[in-house]
């Protein structure tokens, strides 16, 4: 069974291109939330974020991981890919 993901994030932003990267680079298929100029969309990833505004926000099987960086960092402590193959 393959983990839900989902990323919240906007179209020229460097964050994003590099989080998708990553999942890419991992053959996970993900949903993408284009978010950009629409404040509803972003006002429910910050609720669903606990508050986070900036993007990417990566939701692995609902589970809130934070951004490019947390999901890096998860990545390079082998705590992704058990994630992502739960």
């Known amino acids: ?21 990553l999942l890419k680079r991992k053959g996970v298929e993900f949903t993408e939330y284009k978010i950009d100029g629409d ?9 669903r974020a606990n ?3 900036s993007v990417p926000q990566i939701f692995i ?12 960092a998860l990545d390079a402590n082998g705590k ?4 992502l193959n739960a």
């Open 1 to 21: 069974m393959t983990a839900k993901v989902e990323i919240y994030t906007w179209m020229m932003c460097p964050y994003c291109i590099r989080a998708k990267h």
């Open 39 to 47: 404040n509803a969309a972003r006002a429910a990833m910050s609720e």
């Open 51 to 53: 508050g986070g505004r």
């Open 61 to 72: 099987d609902d589970q809130h991981i934070g951004g490019c960086d947390e999901m890096h």
């Open 80 to 83: 992704l890919d058990p994630l």
